[in-house]
């Protein structure tokens, strides 16, 4: 007896997802561990910028007013008294007819309000005495980089939900965030089912085949910025399943499985989920591959029933625990980018399901352009490891051509607020 | 006395640096921790996909000679005497009339040699008889997935150099690699100069600034793949800085220092490099900003003389240091990727330098366009951080306007193996 099962679009598989995002709690690391966290809070300047008058070259400190007789015929002469490197800080107040010898980035000295760029003076000494010659005059506050003219203490910089690149480590550095507020990362387990699985190292034998979901998971995991935790795998056995289950959801954030959701007579997850008490938020979808991906919650908890073929449960991941994960850290990029692109390849047959075909994105002239990796026979093995982009072949009566444009969604991008169509 | 330098072309610097370049040693990583490292040998095939004869639907196993005859006006009957899940092997070899129920993935039953799909028969009890009923003929070979079909044992399935993304992982598991050969990590130190700086808790005082220079790069180290080791600051003190350089180039395979390279008074890297007996590569790039940028060599290590301007600093980070590292790690895709894409602001005024602007590319309707991050004063604090390219402006004698096809390097795409002009 097949069991019936009402498919609904991706998107709205997605959304009944992202009902229950939320934000994991906010937790502070080391400005040294931040790299690819998402800020939990704006990043505020903490003081003005520059933080007090410099001087943006290699040069002299003046008085504007000394200068202003000064001419080619008129040469004006001032004492150099103070030499200030970029970090020291000038002890002397200028004085009528005296100069400060001072390098990129160092404050100006009192009673200065003027920079000459070390190209626009003659130097010369007389004894011990050091002289510069000038023969233009300055305004006052010529050349000087002025306190807060870039940003003033206290403006928002960076806005939270951003991910933490080395620019914007650059910037929490510069404003003293020695420790910077994240949201906690998402711990997610992985449990694949089924009995024809084999650990990695074990030989293959008749009928088995290795556990290669559970690695590929928690690399997609690792990839989107969780904490995976590889529980093993389960034989096809009710009872072993539903207590190993059971005991997993207490221990993670999120739990995904993979197989077994399929209508087979060992596909044992649809029980499992009822006999949990969890509320099934969809068991399909239409889309090709992962037609049967299903997803529960329990208590608010999602637990993600991947397909147990590895490209139906690579997509599955993408496209429903992403977001969700993402969201967790406090993303504000959640799904997957979507983009057009130039089909470089023939789809004559048309198919009622939206396709989601492994593929590769590549730009050229400055245009994106894509075709499925999968193209031969060990296609069909290889295909997931040279993607880098899902196309999406919208179901219908059409097929496709080459040079038609199709939208693709990019697997390594930062991704986007929006879901997709 | 300003020294003169002689500027080389970015392209020419980036080879001088390439000619440099070796693989790390090779070492085996577990294969949960092999993500984002690269192959250092082609993933081979342990086994023939499929590893057997198998069936790719739910459905029943049958001798096709037992179907010869079947038609709707003369169905076949055959008994059912065995059920096998994926990962079971049947224990009885079909006979005459018989068939055997079959789930996807499982091997076929000795005596087996055609697939036929559940949808396809009825099916029907008699007592404890399980009968099903066949009103078609089939081949031999029908729906069968044969043996080695998808690829033969011993196949290279992805190329040396590769890096291990999630669907590389599921292809690493299939074939039994829990361990994973991968090229050793860089280490590379990384040193502060410059009497100005103050760690990232310290409180601001007159002259000084936080060191956020190397906290960016140990970032950018991260995102390359290497292994950053925070030496801290060092002041501008020709001896301090001799013996601890001379000290970190013993515990690292590549050292950045940043500040000091200019032709300031208290630039002492030059005179360190030549008191170390190191011979320099270069100190002067045609490129704004980091045209200071020094890389020297002591023994075939590198020595990186980066810029204390945290966007020159940031730039010879990317263009310098990045290629080396990934060709480190046995990466062949080791330069920025450089596409092409529309500006979308003005440059009006000519530059004899090449400018490498920090800015933002975006796709839009499959077509790349750019804008720089630094636009307006706040810019000058904050085009880093929103920064994901470097807009590549030839210098010369002409400016570029809105809708000028122009260069960008992308930061954060995998990567090229071809170097840019």
Excluded at 183 to 209: F, M, N, Q, R, W
Aim: net charge negative.
């Amino acid at each position: 007896m097949v069991e019936r099962r009402k498919p609904i679009p991706i998107n709205e598989a997605v959304e009944r997802v992202m009902k229950f995002s939320f934000p994991g709690t906010v937790e502070t690391v080391l400005l040294e561990e931040c790299d690819d966290r998402y800020l939990a809070d704006d990043l505020l300047a903490d003081h003005d910028v520059p933080p007090f008058d410099r001087s943006p070259y290699d040069g002299f400190a003046i008085r504007a007013v000394d200068s202003v007789e000064a001419s080619r015929e008129n040469p004006v002469e001032l004492e150099v008294v103070e030499e200030i490197g970029a970090g020291t800080v000038a002890k002397k107040r200028l004085q009528t007819g005296q100069a400060t010898r001072i390098m990129t980035g160092a404050a100006l000295p009192e009673g200065a309000n003027a920079i000459v760029m070390l190209e626009l003076v003659q130097e010369r000494t007389e004894g011990s005495k050091k002289i510069i010659v000038i023969k233009r005059p300055f305004k006052q506050g010529d050349s000087v980089s002025f306190k807060g003219e870039d940003t003033e203490k206290g403006t928002a910089l960076v806005s939270k939900g951003t991910r933490i690149t080395p620019g914007v480590k650059a910037l929490l550095a510069t404003f003293g965030y020695n420790k910077v507020p994240v949201h906690k990362k998402p711990v997610v387990g992985i449990y694949a089912t089924g009995t024809e699985l084999l650990d990695i190292e074990e030989e293959l034998s008749p009928g088995k085949i290795r556990n290669s979901n559970s690695y590929m998971i928690q690399s997609q995991i690792k990839k989107a910025g969780g904490e995976p935790i590889l529980f093993g795998k389960l034989e096809d056995d009710f009872e072993v399943c539903f207590q190993s289950i059971k005991n997993a959801i207490e221990k993670v954030d999120f739990l995904i499985t993979t197989g077994g959701v399929s209508v087979g007579d060992f596909d044992y997850l649809p029980a499992i989920y009822e006999k949990l008490g969890a509320e099934v938020l969809f068991n399909k979808v239409a889309m090709r591959p992962g037609s049967v991906t299903t997803v529960a919650q329990l208590d608010g908890k999602l637990l993600f029933g991947l397909s147990g073929n590895p490209s139906a449960c690579f997509v599955g991941c993408e496209l429903f625990v992403r977001p969700i994960l993402k969201s967790f850290m406090g993303s504000i990029r959640m799904h997957l980018q979507k983009e057009q692109a130039v089909l470089q390849a023939e789809f004559p047959k048309p198919n009622p399901f939206t396709r989601l075909v492994r593929s590769k994105a590549t730009m050229s002239d400055g245009r994106l352009s894509v075709k499925p990796t999968g193209l031969d026979k060990s296609g069909v093995v290889t295909s997931l490891a040279g993607a880098n982009a899902l196309m999406m072949l919208p179901g219908g009566t059409r097929g496709f051509q080459q040079g038609d444009n199709v939208h693709v969604l990019l697997l390594d991008e930062e991704g986007s607020p929006d879901t997709w169509e």
